[in-house]
């Protein structure tokens, strides 16, 4: 076995170790807590970030200027840290934060990290997470591979937030972002770019679609904003292992437009039919009246758009054909003041929680200049992915993906071509009889208008031809003959043993 194999075989069972560890935790916490498992995720990771920051694990990871004045003086016996108070809690993070006084990046990481509250105390529970702080300070001490540290926390992280009793948030594996960041444009990840992107997610959860953005893009700076302070922590710590930042807004986006404005927006928001009460300011006379917060947020993310920005929308199937006034007023402002490139249909297994997810994607640019008088979306690619995230198939169907949408203009033709000679689907849509292309299809403004503004991709699909696969004709007559053969065989034999009796 060569050296490589055994490094990856010691990383696995390492890491398998620690994950073992962290289930019995689960176990503990339940009877001793609750069912929430984004608290116990926080305070593990606020301890392993403790016994890392004392271990010069963030001065290892990066060249850096550290003063050392403060920093063994607080060093304490984590073994004792159930009997310490929230005040003393308050030190260990204005600790970090002035350790790094001359490092702005640091010194910003850590400060999200400041008014946390440790709650955890009872030793049944806080024993097994130092055990596995332990572990990992000692992973990192054999290994030195930061992509490994970070892989191990996102691993504990799933194992939280895959129990998590609020069912309303899906999380994209960081693969199918980096698709999707593609799909907005392939030379970001060229490394080329050497200005800062700024990429912005209205509610960011624990912040994982932002973490991922930040290791794709070599020059990104993130935004964003999240009111679930338990999901903030989280996000906080993932960008802490992450080497990243993420940097709150000012604006409640949900009451006011925002100041700044972004090249990326990645919205992925809790869908949600409630209201917001309060007077919502800055929305245009025809939209006045919308009260939706799952609308609103989606709005104000676009209107976020720079110009010549463009976003990603994950959005759940039903807001896509609601037949709700105020949705069918958003999609047709969506379309009139957006260009919508294209809406990819996902499969039903695409989020980290497993859950089957009937949902899509709005790919959308906010065009650099608009004429007045024409709407912005001509017309709307529909694509429908098949394959799960993170397997080969998937990776094939990105790159036909990236093919289509590359030659869109010659599709779109064919299309109208096509179109002499039609028929209706089962939406009562006109399509081409003769589509030969079954992952994806088109539909214009007109014929969206038409059907009250419907988005959802099935909706506009033309219907398919079932494909009856015949045997060669000269195969089935060999195939026959060699039948009749084996019968005639068998009833010479028969007769022979008849005339024997």
Known sequence: MNDKSSEENFLKEKIDKILRIFRTVIDFYRMEYSENLTVLFNETGFLLIMRLFYGGYFEKEQEMSVSGSNKYKLAIDLKELHGQSQEMMDVFLDSMVQEFEGNSKKRQMFSGLQGFQFTIKKSSVLRHILEITEEICELWEETGDKDALYDVICQIHKLCTGSRADKGRYVL?????????????????????????????????????????????????????????????SAQILSIFAGLIIQDVKEDLLKEEMDRHYDVVLANPLFSNENVEDKV?????????????????????????????????????????????????????ILDTYSVDMILSLPEKTFDSNSAVRSSVLIIRNPYMRIEWRRVTDHILFYQMNAESESKENEEEFKELLRVRNQ???????????????????????????????????????????????????????????????????????????TQKEILSDMYELHEEIQKI
Request: glycine content about 6%; hydrophobic content about 40%; charged content about 25%.
């Open 408 to 482: 869109r203009d010659y599709y779109y033709r064919e299309w109208h071509e096509k179109l002499q000679d039609f028929q209706e689907n089962y939406s009562g849509v006109i399509t081409p009889i003769d589509w030969s292309y079954p992952d994806f299809w088109f539909a214009d403004y007109d014929v969206i208008g038409a059907n009250d503004f419907n988005l959802l991709p099935d909706h506009y699909k033309p219907i398919e031809k079932v494909k009856l696969q015949f045997e060669a004709p000269d195969k089935l007559l060999e195939e026959l003959i060699e």
């Open 173 to 233: 594996p960081e693969s199918m972002v980096t698709q999707l960041l593609q799909l907005l444009n392939q030379e970001w990840g060229s490394g080329i770019f050497i200005l800062p992107i700024a990429v912005m997610d209205p509610q960011y959860g624990s912040g994982e679609m932002l973490i991922a953005a930040g290791r794709y893009l070599k020059y990104a700076e993130l935004y964003g904003e999240e009111n679930n302070e338990e999901l903030r922590i």
């Open 281 to 333: 300011w800055n929305l245009s006379d025809d939209l006045w009246n919308i009260k939706g917060k799952y609308n609103l947020l989606i709005m104000r993310s676009l209107k976020a758009l720079a110009p010549d920005g463009s976003a990603a929308i994950i959005v759940p199937d039903s807001f896509l054909f609601s037949s709700r006034n105020e949705s069918k007023k958003v999609r047709r402002w």
